[in-house]
């Protein structure tokens, strides 16, 4: 996943601090804003990791700090339900005015009751979706505490703690909750709706979800997320969230599926991006999303095949794929190619005809399992041109690799 630091100026003139989160290769099929939950800030684990998988998908991503939080301009104290809803909006004219209108939006917890009330003064929403929001705001208040509220009613304002923090509220914050109906939102809303929520969620408990998903239209869905908290810390959570929230958006934002022989095969670029933390590599090859990542025993998560892996498999495809070519054009009755490979290292001396045996050399064994009525003549002229296939010739050549610096 690519990013690019931003920032833009709301309804007031101040200025919010955001990420564009991006696919590697910077080209993004939609765009969604994200709205993160109450005093969160756009940094939050949860709404990095499900930027991550949707990046997968094609769709870039802009979080932000509302404001008078995170890296934002404001004092949070001035801020309430309707200033979050008119941060949103600004957000989404900023992404149309400098990349492309926004069709998906995504609210965590308040950021999702948010998202339900700024849909529809964002004409390119297509697809909405909630996690662990709240189906009435006016049920807020209890969060707050006994001490807080009667600080709200005896002097204006109180100060609370959350996940922490301390944060200054004043009683308008309260009163504008109340103002703010979600049941007539739910009502007007005309996009697809995903709801996302725990039933171990003691936060926001989980009957607000039956109530968000029986108000809206359809087509909606609902996803349960088992045992997963409020804020989603445990990272395969909000990994699953992004995945399925990826694939369930691709349906209704127009995302383009490359028809077969349609790619343009004159950009044969392919792309890998390893990040700040472990290694794990997100891979563009033909339109295609792969993952590489070295084992849990050298450092690794083990989240894909190593870079070894991938090459030796590879050949193995290109094996399989020559023989299956050759075997049609010559009107064989192969029925099947089955290739299992290993790589290893040895020294050269261990390898017959093998030059420089002071050396170590990398080798790849190499088993074919051909399936089907075939004479032994034609399984060995098979196994002749194996040897031919592209990659094994690449291989075995002189291979130049040139690098650069992007600039």
């Not at 709801?195 to 989980?206: E, G, K, L, T, Y």
């Not at 001396?349 to 190499?366: L, Q, V």
């Amino acid at each position: 996943m690519q990013f690019q630091r931003l920032a833009f100026r709301n309804s007031e003139g101040k200025q919010l601090a955001a990420r564009l989160d991006l696919p590697i290769d910077e080209k993004p099929s939609a765009y969604a804003i994200f709205a993160h939950c109450f005093t969160c800030t756009k940094n939050f684990n949860a709404v990095v990791n499900i930027d991550r998988a949707l990046a997968r998908y094609g769709i870039g991503v802009l979080r932000f700090d509302f404001t008078g939080l995170g890296e934002s301009e404001g004092d949070f104290s001035e801020t309430n339900f309707s200033t979050n809803v008119a941060d949103l909006v600004a957000a989404a004219d900023f992404l149309q005015e400098n990349y492309e209108a926004p069709k998906l939006l995504i609210g965590h917890s308040l950021g999702g009751a948010a998202v339900i009330q700024a849909a529809s003064k964002i004409p390119s929403v297509l697809a909405l979706t909630t996690i662990a929001a709240p189906a009435d705001l006016s049920d807020l208040a209890h969060f707050l505490g006994e001490r807080s509220r009667e600080s709200l009613e005896a002097g204006g304002e109180a100060t609370i703690n959350f996940s922490g923090k301390e944060f200054k509220i004043r009683k308008q914050f309260l009163e504008n909750l109340e103002q703010n109906r979600m049941k007539d939102a739910l009502a007007e809303l005309k996009t697809p709706l995903m709801v996302f929520h725990s039933p171990a969620d003691q936060v926001v408990p989980i009957e607000n979800a039956a109530r968000i998903f029986a108000a809206a239209h359809h087509p909606k869905s609902f996803v349960s997320l088992d045992s997963a908290d409020h804020l989603l810390s445990n990272r395969e959570d909000s990994l699953y969230v992004g995945s399925v929230l990826g694939a369930w958006a691709a349906r209704y934002l127009g995302i383009p599926r490359e028809a077969p022989g349609k790619r343009d095969l004159s950009d044969n670029r392919i792309v890998a991006r390893t990040g700040k933390i472990g290694y794990q590599t997100e891979i563009i090859a033909g339109g295609h999303s792969l993952i590489a990542d070295e084992p849990i025993a050298v450092g690794g998560a083990g989240t894909g095949p190593n870079p070894y892996d991938l090459l030796v498999a590879a050949l193995g495809a290109c094996t399989g794929m020559t023989l299956r070519m050759y075997a049609d054009r010559k009107k064989l009755p192969l029925d099947s190619v089955t290739v299992r490979l290993r790589h290893r290292k040895i020294h050269a001396e261990d390898c017959a005809g093998c030059e420089a045996a002071s050396r170590k050399i990398d080798f790849i064994e190499r088993e074919i399992d051909l399936e089907g009525d075939l004479d032994e003549p034609t399984r060995r002229r098979l196994l002749e041109i194996a040897d031919r296939c592209p990659v094994h010739r690449t291989l075995k050549s002189a291979t130049k690799i040139e690098s650069r610096l992007k600039d």
